[in-house]
């Protein structure tokens, strides 16, 4: 599991660990995991973490993407249907047959860094409100989807599904190494020009211009490292569910943003990081399980989880707020 | 001979405001040019065009006689340009390394950092400078932990690790203090000496005068004249550059309100930064508050006007107790704040200057629940703008069209409809031309005419002496000494200063 105290001790402290509401989000995790340890039967056994990180994984992923893209100042609201569009394409290619798994994979991941690109260009280049833009996007986005797989079906290679709910070792869940995974590619991003870009450009755009940092070209990029992540975000929904949806992963937007709100990065840009928002996406998706484990009936599971939600960010945003100084 | 560095015919409009109207500039290699005029000269829109900042609507540049198409910072940067912007450049969330090569990053294959390089980089600038950082510089710490002038000195660096062979230093002496200047300048001359161009622009006469081989002045856009500085006294460039409007002039304004009631009674106040500060100023009295730099100052005026939280004593006006934890309330008190970074706090630069102007007193046009009057707005502004003698071309412009010191005055005249009994004033003179200056030290003056008691902060000791009736000399947070009369020289200032600073720990 990734703590972004882990982070924060790093030479890259300054860059994370400053505006990082460490302490909020570590309270949010140990709060919602004692609380599933309590709710949830055999929470701690191979099989409760394996279903856990499984629903956890694809969420997180999305969250990356989210957060590369509102680090550099921007929003991408069609991220969860660039999940689902290049999650039906993979299942419509694929057709239960392994040996066409890597051509499926490369067309899904294409299709998101393509969704991406379309993004960016929109914001960077014809220079659009990113909030319109990608709203806009969205519905082009979900409604080639719809297209491409009018209901849910396709069949994804059992190779697949049960490879992603193995246990290694006997204690460590797939998906949990494909979490750590994720997190190693985030810190790749923070160790590259880019990653130090992103951050300027959406911390000082003036500033970054002037000090000849390639602003739109950082922008356009960081729509497209959101749209592979989501193609990523996809595959991990297909692994876990094995078969295709064409809602599959609409609803992810909204969640992805709360998840990094909850971890602390700042909506406006240039402050934050995938650290504390995978940590969010954890507590979000352990809140959306509890609410179900404690028996809350159907009806009001939308109206509970979502004011447990909205208690989570007002804790974050209180706890950030005492910690940060208060300038004249 | 062709010159080193060469701009003909530099036209820039900003809506219907003309910035830039065929100046010309050049200079040579190995020489420190200043370039000096007034607001709105068109000084920091030929710098922005020689730095790719700001594209011109017709202009040609030549570098070495090779004719330079600047398409943006990025082809500025390849010709050898760096500059030090009077708005810093910097990212507040990246560390003070990570801002020195920004743009710049060293790195290894494939684009991934080379921090080992970076920190080589960046050493030689960062050592260049360690005494006016006063000690080693924080390299690692967020650039928003560090004060106004260690951020213009990080701004230094930058440019420095950029290794140019032009060095554009736009008002980059603003808020520095004199130490601070002083290394600053060796480094200048060091770097004409090594063959740089040093394009300098300051409102600092003096500074201009010690460091520069030569001088080009503008006004309205056009180049007027390029003299040689040291055959050309403070007078004769401030005629040159004020033209037809007189130079400010020193005059004695001393003494006088000490018989006037006490407005202002501060006793044992405490806050962040701010420890056990107790003055009183009266009715029609400006107080200034000096010291060196980032000594508590900003924060003693920020917590008076309730954006800090007191955390201790007692704060009279008029002798009754005020306790404001908010701006508004502050208002409602009778103070009004003028802050030292317009830009983010004393305007809103997009929405027209004529919300800008009546802003602070909405509250007591609408307090009968009616719709905002568009005619009684507009008079207002328009009356707040004459008092205060900005220049503008509507009021319906966005007020970042207007140049610093406009923008100035229209922070001081957006209070003046309110009637404020205490104006609070944190450097409002920083980076403003002579001709704005002698204007805003009138409204000051006038706004204690009228019996309002004033507080202003400020980075410039000469300001101080200018302006003052009594100033407060500031350490860490504390009061150490206070001047007035004939007592109050720049000399005697820098010296209340800086012998606190030989006791203090």
Not at chain 1, 242 to 259: K, R, V
Not at chain 2, 38 to 43: A, D, E, L, R
Not at chain 2, 410 to 435: C, F, H, N, Q, T
Request: charged fraction near 20%; aromatic fraction near 4%.
């Amino acid at each position: 599991m990734t703590r972004p105290s882990a982070l924060s001790a790093g030479p890259l402290r300054p860059l994370l660990g400053a505006r990082m509401p460490t302490v909020a989000t570590a309270v949010l995790l140990v709060a919602t995991v004692a609380a599933s340890a309590v709710l949830q039967d055999g929470f701690f056994t191979p099989y409760g973490l394996t279903s856990n990180f499984a629903a956890v994984l694809p969420v997180a992923i999305v969250t990356v993407g989210q957060v590369i893209v509102v680090l550099g100042g921007g929003i991408d609201l069609s991220i969860g249907t660039i999940v689902t569009l290049s999650s039906v394409v993979t299942v419509q290619l694929v057709a239960g047959q392994p040996d066409r798994l890597p051509l499926a994979l490369g067309a899904g991941l294409l299709v998101g860094v393509g969704c991406g690109l379309v993004n960016g260009l929109a914001v960077a280049v014809v220079r659009l409100q990113p909030i319109v833009a990608t709203f806009a996007s969205s519905f082009v986005f979900a409604g080639l989807a719809l297209l491409i797989l009018p209901t849910p079906g396709g069949e994804v290679p059992s190779l697949v599904t049960l490879g992603y709910r193995q246990v290694i070792a006997r204690a460590i869940p797939v998906p949990a190494v494909l979490l750590l995974l994720l997190w190693l590619a985030w810190r790749a991003v923070l160790a590259h020009r880019f990653g130090r870009h992103v951050y300027a450009v959406g911390g000082n755009e003036g500033a970054a211009y002037a000090s000849a940092v390639p602003v739109t070209a950082v922008r356009l990029l960081s729509y497209v490292a959101g749209g592979t992540f989501a193609a990523l975000a996809g595959f991990a929904l297909l692994a876990n569910s094995g078969s295709g949806d064409p809602f599959l992963g609409n609803s992810l937007t909204l969640t992805s943003i709360a998840a990094l709100v909850i971890g602390g990065t700042r909506l406006s840009g240039g402050a934050g990081g995938a650290g504390g928002a995978i940590v969010g996406a954890v507590v979000l998706v352990l809140i959306q399980s509890l609410v179900f484990f404690a028996r809350v009936p159907t009806t009001a599971r939308e109206l509970v989880t979502g004011a447990i939600i909205i208690v989570a960010i007002a804790l974050a945003g209180l706890l950030t707020a005492r910690g940060r100084g208060a300038g004249p | 001979m062709t010159p080193f560095l060469e701009m003909r015919g530099v036209h820039k409009r900003y809506g219907g405001v003309v910035a830039a109207d065929g100046a010309d500039f050049s200079a040579e290699r190995g020489e420190v040019h200043a370039l000096l005029g007034p607001n709105g000269s068109g000084k920091s829109t030929l710098l922005k065009v020689l730095t790719g900042v700001v594209a011109p609507d017709a202009a040609r540049v030549a570098i070495d006689g090779r004719p330079l198409s600047v398409r943006g910072p990025r082809d500025a940067l390849r010709a050898g340009v760096a500059a030090v912007y009077q708005e810093l450049s910097l990212v507040d969330e990246l560390s003070v390394l990570d801002n020195l090569v920004l743009g710049v990053e060293p790195a290894r294959r494939l684009g991934f950092l080379d921090r080992g390089r970076a920190r080589a980089a960046a050493r030689p600038a960062l050592d260049r400078f360690a005494e006016a950082f006063g000690g080693r510089p924080p390299a690692e710490a967020p650039v928003r932990d560090l004060a106004p002038g260690e951020r213009q000195l990080v701004e230094i660096c930058k440019a420095l690790v950029r290794e140019p062979s032009i060095l554009v230093l736009d008002e980059a002496t603003a808020s520095l203090r004199s130490g601070q200047v002083e290394v600053l300048l060796s480094v200048v001359r060091e770097l004409a000496d090594r063959g740089v161009l040093v394009v300098f622009t300051s409102h600092r006469l003096a500074e201009v005068q010690r460091i520069s081989q030569r001088a080009t002045i503008m006004r309205g856009g056009r180049t007027v004249a390029t003299v040689p500085i040291p055959q050309t006294d403070e007078g004769e460039l401030v005629r040159l550059m004020v033209g037809e409007l007189a130079a400010p002039k020193r005059e004695d304004r001393r003494g006088g309100p000490a018989e006037r009631q006490v407005r202002l009674k501060v006793s044992n106040l405490a806050a962040d930064r701010v420890h056990d500060v107790s003055f009183s100023v009266r009715a029609g009295e400006v107080l200034g508050v000096g010291g060196l730099q980032g000594q508590g100052q900003s924060e003693l005026l920020a917590t008076l006007f309730g954006v800090l939280r007191r955390r201790n004593g007692t704060v009279r006006v008029d002798g009754a107790d005020v306790h404001a934890s908010s701006p508004a309330q502050a208002v409602a008190a009778g103070f009004a704040y003028v802050p030292g970074n317009r830009a983010t706090e004393g305007l809103l630069l997009r929405r027209p200057l004529v919300e800008n102007l009546a802003l602070p007193s909405l509250g007591r046009r609408s307090r009968l629940r009616l719709p905002l009057s568009r005619a009684r707005e507009l008079a207002s502004a328009r009356e707040a703008a004459v008092r205060v003698n900005a220049r503008y071309g509507s009021l319906d412009e966005p007020a970042g069209s207007l140049s610093g010191g406009n923008q100035q005055k229209a922070v001081v005249g957006k209070w003046l409809p309110g009637r404020p009994r205490i104006v609070l004033m944190d450097d409002p003179l920083k980076g403003i031309d002579v001709g704005a200056k002698a204007e805003l030290f009138d409204l000051v003056r006038g706004l204690a005419a009228d019996g309002a008691a004033v507080v202003l902060s400020s980075s410039d000791d000469r300001e101080l002496t200018e302006v003052c009736d009594r100033v407060l000399v500031m350490f860490e947070g504390r009061v150490t000494g206070e001047l007035s009369g004939p007592e109050l020289t720049e000399d005697a200032l820098l010296a209340s200063a800086l012998q606190v600073h030989g006791n203090g720990p």
